[in-house]
């Protein structure tokens, strides 16, 4: 079964960092780009960064670049998101998902997802 | 950035009905369309990929259509299980990645 389990959400104050996880399990992992999407409550989603299967391509969101960071162990089938300078604004629930393989060629549509993990910053 | 519009926002419908979704690009995205259903608390769910490619495992009344700046979903017979709301995103131009803003398909 495809799965993807994220984890490491919790309660940080302003300022403080975080750092997400996302194990991956019954895909080929390192064949496939992966990324981070958030949806704060009672909103829409906004995609947050996206890395291609060997890393070699990395991306942010405007809103998070400069205070966040992807990156992926593929030994590992693992993806984290190292969250730092933590604002209000970052509160939401924070999915990973797979992008998509077709031949050679990766896509940056959502399959799988994970359950989400929920990030609240707040005093 | 690519703007996506969706509309409407939300809406009221029966079981049985067919219902439509339009979602529109701020510029050309050719068929780089996809479609996903998220129910409450929930992760979304991937329904259309390529603007009309249906995928795996999702029921034959879902449909999609349209290219370069205008696309639509349809729900040919609406089921109780199809209320939920629903996202559009185009992956044709990044950074950024960008959705609509969501249309809610509520029971009238």
Same mark, same amino acid.
């Given at each position: ?12 104050k302003p300022g403080g960092s975080l750092r997400l996880s ?7 992992? #390192? !064949?496939? =780009? ?8 009672? &909103? $829409?989603?906004?995609?947050? +960064?996206?890395? #291609? !299967?060997? =890393? ?8 998070? &670049? $400069?205070?966040?960071?992807? +990156? ?52 | ?33 996809a479609w996903y259903q998220q129910k409450p608390g929930k ?35 609406l089921q109780s299980e199809d209320f939920a709301t629903y ?22």
């Amino acid at each position: 079964e495809v799965q993807l389990v994220e984890s490491g959400g919790g309660l940080v104050k302003p300022g403080g960092s975080l750092r997400l996880s996302c194990a991956a399990s019954g895909f080929t992992f #390192s !064949s496939y =780009s992966m990324n981070w999407v958030r949806q704060a409550p009672g &909103k $829409g989603l906004e995609w947050v +960064s996206s890395i #291609s !299967s060997s =890393s070699s391509y990395i991306y942010y969101a405007d809103s998070v &670049k $400069g205070r966040f960071t992807i +990156s992926r162990d593929n030994a590992k089938n693992s993806l984290y998101l190292q969250m730092n300078s933590l604002r209000a604004e970052d509160t939401a629930v924070y999915y990973c998902a797979s992008g998509a393989r077709v031949w050679a060629a990766e896509y940056n549509w959502f399959d799988p997802w994970g359950q989400g993990t929920l990030v609240t910053v707040s005093s | 950035a690519i703007r996506m519009t969706q509309s409407p926002s939300s809406f009221s419908a029966s079981t049985g009905d067919r219902v439509t979704i339009t979602c529109r690009a701020s510029q050309g995205i050719s068929s780089y369309l996809a479609w996903y259903q998220q129910k409450p608390g929930k992760a979304p769910k991937l329904l259309i990929y390529a603007a009309s490619t249906l995928q795996s495992g999702v029921p034959s009344r879902f449909s999609g259509s349209g290219s370069g700046t205008d696309f639509t979903l349809t729900i040919s017979c609406l089921q109780s299980e199809d209320f939920a709301t629903y996202y559009c995103q185009q992956y044709y131009s990044y950074p950024p990645l960008t959705f609509g803003g969501g249309t809610k398909v509520e029971i009238k």
